[in-house]
């Protein structure tokens, strides 16, 4: 069954410490891919997207993330993180059968 | 270009109540999606819309349901309301439909208290 797990379902991480968030998938074939950031009481905002070419993907707001064919992964990572970033992270998995998925969220605190 | 705009923000009903939820989808997106988001189910999907046709439904029971009008613009109904409907519900629109290379644009959501 098509499936997105993030294994982590709270991080917490030092202020100015790097930031790795893991999500994998299990499709028959490479989905179109996504991360998303959630800030409490709003809707969902996209960091980024693979669909193909480059497996390493530039987001907004500083992020990243490398996709992974062999490990079934496309793990989201910051070098420095800031107390804004303190968010919900969601990763999400597409296929061209119009169906979406998401994986549970990890929870991200940024200690001062 | 203004984005997904979901109203109302906060509404409060009690159990056996029905509700209506709106959604404007970003101009020119024809596809709208709705999602339930609760802390202990996460974020469940339960349909979508393309062109006023549904294309996707989730596993929802029959009380939840929706529709997309001309414009676009969808609203989703829950009928026989109950205390485990209590949840932020998101909606999100994009080109041409989920799943595809278009991400999803999503609205700040209703939140939706059950007593």
């Known amino acids: 069954a098509q499936s997105v797990t993030q294994p982590d379902i709270h991080i917490t991480v030092s202020e100015g410490a790097s930031l790795e968030l893991r999500c994998n998938y299990s499709?028959?074939?490479?989905?179109?891919l996504f991360w998303y950031v959630q800030s409490p009481g709003q809707g969902l905002q996209l960091l980024l997207k693979?669909?193909?070419?480059?497996?390493l993907v530039q987001g907004i707001k500083g992020f990243e993330a490398e996709f992974k064919r062999s490990q079934s992964s496309f793990n989201l990572r910051k070098p420095s993180v800031h107390w804004s970033d303190a968010a919900e992270y969601f990763c999400a998995a597409g296929y061209n059968n119009n169906d979406m998925r998401f994986g549970a969220g990890t929870r991200l605190t940024v200690k001062p | 270009k203004a984005g997904v705009t979901q109203t109302p923000r906060y509404l409060i009903k009690t159990r056996g109540q029905q509700v209506t939820l709106s959604c404007s989808p970003i101009?020119?997106?024809?596809?709208v999606s709705w999602y339930q988001q609760t802390p202990g189910q996460g974020l469940q999907f339960l349909f979508e819309?393309?062109?006023?046709?549904?294309?996707n439904k989730g596993n929802f029971p029959g009380r939840f349901s929706g529709r997309q009008f001309s414009n676009s613009r969808s609203e989703m109904n829950v009928s026989t309301l109950e205390l485990g409907d209590s949840a932020l519900y998101l909606c999100?629109?994009?080109?041409?439909?989920?799943?595809?290379?278009?991400?999803?644009?999503f609205g700040d959501g209703t939140r939706l208290s059950i007593l």
């Open positions: 999100a629109s994009s080109l041409e439909g989920q799943g595809g290379n278009q991400p999803q644009h």
């Open positions: 819309y393309f062109s006023e046709t549904q294309r």
């Open positions: 499709y028959g074939a490479t989905p179109y």
């Open positions: 693979y669909f193909s070419g480059d497996t």
């Open positions: 101009s020119g997106h024809r596809s």
